[in-house]
C-alpha cells in the first residue's frame, strides 16, 4: 500500500491509474480505523479497481471546545487494518497540507446556506458541516474518485454530502453503507474508546432505543411524536446519559417530520458522560 502525505503524490499516482482505464474509489477518513471503517473499505474494494483512503482529523470540523487535541489517532494500526482490506492507497498529509494558511484555518469553505446543516447535530455543532463539506471538497478535488463511500451511521454527513454533489456537480457516485455493531448492538465509533466500563454498559440505551423505533414502525405506529417520547423515556431510564436530540426527519432534507411517511430518518445524539454517540436508523413507511 502507497503512503502518500503530499497532494501532489496522490494526483500523479490516482492519474497513472486512470491512464491505465482503472476505476478509483475513495474512502474519506479521521483515522482510529475499526470494522465500521474496514466495512467501507471491503465495499470500495468490490466496486472499484483502486482504493484510496484519506487518513486525516479535519480541524475545520470540530468547535471550540470539541475533542480536536484528544480525538484518537493511531496511524500504524490504521494502515495494517487498510492493507489487510486491500486499500491500494492512504493519504495522510499534514494539516499544513491541507490547509496552506497554517494552524488548520481556511477561508475558502464549502457551506449549504439552508437549514439542512443546521438541524439535529447542527444545532449544537454549528460549524461541524461546513467544516466536514470543505475538506470533503477538497479530498474530491484531489483524488478525483469515480465513487466515495460514507457510513451510515454519520447519516446528516451522507445526506449533506450528497446534496453537496448535486449541488456542486461533482462527478461522483456516493455510496452509503450500513452501520456496523458490535454484538450487544452499540454502533462502531472511534469514540467508542472514551468510555469507561460502565459507560460502555450505559451505551446501549441508544441502540435499543433504535431498536425499539423500528419496532414501532413495523408494528404500525405512525405517529412520530409517539415514537419518539418511548424512546426519549427509555433513555431517560439511564443515568449517565443525557440527550441532545432525539428527532425524526425527512431522509432527504432533513426537515423534522410529524407522520412516519416515505424515508424518515429517526436520529439520535447521546452524550454518555463527557463522551457524545450518535445512532440513527432509516425507515420506510
Ligand atoms: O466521517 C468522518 O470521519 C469525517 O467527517 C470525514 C468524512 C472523514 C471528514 O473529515
Known amino acids: ?87 491500494n492507497m492512504v493519504f495522510h498529509p499534514s494539516v499544513d497540507e491541507m490547509y496552506p494558511d497554517g494552524n488548520g484555518k481556511t477561508d475558502t469553505y464549502i457551506e449549504i446556506l439552508d437549514d439542512m446543516p443546521r438541524q439535529l447535530c447542527g444545532k449544537t455543532r454549528p460549524i461541524h458541516f461546513r467544516g466536514v463539506c470543505t475538506v470533503v471538497g477538497k479530498l474530491f478535488n484531489i483524488v478525483t474518485p469515480d465513487k466515495a463511500f460514507f457510513g451510515q451511521k454519520d447519516a446528516q454527513q451522507l445526506a449533506i454530502i450528497r446534496r453537496m454533489v448535486r449541488d456542486l456537480s461533482y462527478g461522483i457516485e456516493i455510496v ?34 433504535i431498536r425499539m423505533a423500528e419496532k414501532m414502525v413495523a408494528d404500525g405506529e405512525r405517529d412520530a411524536k409517539v415514537i419518539l417520547d418511548a424512546m426519549t423515556a427509555h433513555v431517560e431510564k439511564e443515568p449517565k446519559a443525557k440527550i441532545d436530540y432525539i428527532s425524526a426527519v425527512d431522509g432527504v432534507t432533513m426537515a423534522n417530520v410529524d407522520k412516519i411517511e416515505g424515508n424518515v430518518l429517526i436520529a439520535m445524539a447521546v452524550y454518555i458522560g463527557s463522551t457524545r454517540l450518535i445512532d440513527n436508523c432509516i425507515v420506510n413507511a
Not at 52 to 62: E, H, I, K, L, Y
Not at 80 to 85: K, M, N
Not at 191 to 205: F, G, I, M, P, Q
Open 1 to 87: 500500500m502507497i503512503i502518500a502525505k503530499t497532494v501532489a503524490e496522490v494526483r500523479s499516482q490516482v492519474r497513472e491509474w486512470k491512464k491505465e482505464g482503472l476505476t478509483v474509489g475513495l474512502v474519506p477518513t479521521m483515522g482510529y480505523l475499526h470494522e465500521g471503517h474496514a466495512s467501507l473499505i471491503d465495499e470500495a474494494v468490490r466496486q472499484c479497481d483502486r482504493v484510496v483512503a484519506s487518513d486525516f482529523v479535519n480541524p475545520t470540523q470540530f468547535g471550540p471546545g470539541e475533542d480536536l487535541e484528544s480525538y484518537p489517532r493511531d496511524f500504524d494500526h490504521d494502515c495494517q487494518l487498510l492493507e489487510e482490506h486491500g486499500c
Open 176 to 209: 452509503g453503507c450500513p452501520i456496523v455493531r458490535e454484538n450487544d448492538g452499540l454502533a462502531k465509533s472511534s469514540r467508542n474508546t472514551y468510555l469507561s466500563e460502565d459507560e460502555r454498559k450505559a451505551a446501549l440505551v441508544l441502540s435499543q432505543a
